[in-house]
């Protein structure tokens, strides 16, 4: 399965922006999706996850209450809302697909995940 990221742009602090994952070559409403980030130097950082099914996610403390994932399997999208940016949210993020269960709670570490997105910048002026 290919994914494909994007959305990502400048925006002021305070703004928001959508970002969205489509994958094509395959289905992805059995896997475990999740969303990092990364900056340069930096470890790619895990934001969140959503079970296969949707009924479940999880997010980075640093982002809970200002990021929302979600999913639409009969279009084979993931979507990210990002409301309430801060400068510190600049990175560029990456979508993943994997077949981790979602009880092994694995879905923070990027190796839980077989399939990536070419990822989508998103830069934050304070």
């Known amino acids: 399965v290919q994914l494909q990221a994007c959305g990502g742009g400048s925006v002021q602090a305070g703004g928001s922006l959508r970002l969205a994952c489509a994958a094509s070559?395959?289905?992805?409403?059995?896997?475990?999706m999740g969303w990092f980030r990364q900056t340069p130097g930096k470890l790619r950082e895990f934001v969140a996850a959503i079970r296969w099914n949707g009924d479940s996610t999880d997010y980075a403390d640093s982002v809970k209450g200002r990021f929302t994932i979600s999913r639409d399997n009969a279009k084979n999208i993931v979507f990210l809302q990002m409301t309430s940016l801060k400068a510190e949210d600049t990175a560029t993020y990456y979508c993943?697909?994997?077949?981790?269960?979602?009880?092994?709670?694995?879905?923070?570490?990027?190796?839980?995940?077989?399939?990536w997105g070419q990822g989508t910048l998103v830069t934050v002026s304070s």
């Open positions: 070559g395959g289905t992805i409403s059995d896997d475990t």
């Open positions: 993943a697909a994997g077949r981790t269960p979602w009880g092994s709670n694995f879905y923070g570490d990027y190796l839980a995940y077989n399939h």
